[in-house]
């Protein structure tokens, strides 16, 4: 969310290799704005600060900031875990990641949704462009787009945690894929977009048309998810994740768990 700040955030302040998937071109012009005007150094914000950002270093502002690699298309969970076990050179994952990449280009967000639309590169480049002006500065880095399926799968092979900052309709699919994959999650959903998932249905039978409903139906659909409130953060601040599999509770003979899953 937020057109990759928060990857971002994870690949200067916290130094992890983190990519973006997002169907718009990401956009950090402020924070590479922020960055070398000196706000994320320690001296500025104090050393709790510092603990939590390790990567961001006194002095850190006289570097050039990094812009995160983006795969610019719709997050789905079926789709990418095709694309991660798929050969090299596999002929049928590069069409359906081309493919993808047309659909993300081919969608517009506007105030009344989000709307399809066709149209050439250049003139994509061109509007986003135009939306861009006025947030995007001199220090800004390079914006590199993931443009072939093999460069694709190789990120999704390695990666070890999938996180999702208000996703809208991804919330579910990044859950289902980190699942699928026993790779720990982490999303903050918002959004619930129920008329395009009718048949959500919480445990008892309750369909999920609710914010609450929807925090209630991903720890009941992957029971080992925990739940913390995320102080300090606007609008929707609860968030719903896994940790890795050395960190959960080992099991008895029976089944049971020896340590107890404790949801904040």
């Known amino acids: 969310a937020g057109r990759g700040e928060l990857c971002w955030e994870l690949a200067n302040l916290s130094g992890c290799e983190a990519v973006a998937v997002e169907p718009r071109r990401i956009e ?3 924070c590479s704005h922020r960055w070398g005007a000196g706000h994320y150094e320690p001296s500025r914000l104090g050393p709790a600060f510092a603990r939590w950002n390790p990567a961001a270093e006194e002095g850190c502002s006289r570097r050039r900031d990094v812009v995160p690699a983006q795969i610019r298309c719709f997050f789905e969970a079926e789709g990418f875990g095709t694309l991660a076990d798929a050969p090299v050179a596999d002929a049928q994952a590069e069409a359906w990641f081309d493919a993808q990449r047309r659909r993300a280009r081919d969608f517009r967000w506007t105030t009344k949704g989000c709307t399809e639309h066709h149209g050439d590169e250049r003139e994509d480049e061109l509007g986003e462009m135009a939306d ?48 699928g994959r026993g790779i720990p999650w982490c999303v903050v959903p918002c959004c619930v977009y129920a008329n395009d998932f009718p048949r959500r ?46 960190q959960q509770p080992s099991k008895g003979k029976k089944g049971e768990a020896t340590t107890p899953i404790t949801k904040r």
């Open 201 to 246: 249905r919480l445990a008892d039978g309750t369909r999920v048309t609710t914010h609450g409903h929807l925090v209630r139906w991903l720890c009941e659909t992957y029971p080992g998810a925990r739940t913390a409130v995320l102080d300090g953060v606007g609008g929707k601040n609860v968030v719903v994740y896994t940790v890795p599999l050395s």
């Open 132 to 179: 861009d002006l006025g947030t995007t500065t001199a220090a800004t880095s390079v914006h590199h787009d993931i443009a072939s399926a093999a460069a694709a799968r190789e990120i999704l092979r390695r990666t070890v945690l999938v996180v999702g900052m208000h996703p809208d309709q991804a919330a579910g699919e990044i859950a289902a894929y980190a699942h």
């Open 28 to 30: 950090v012009g402020r």
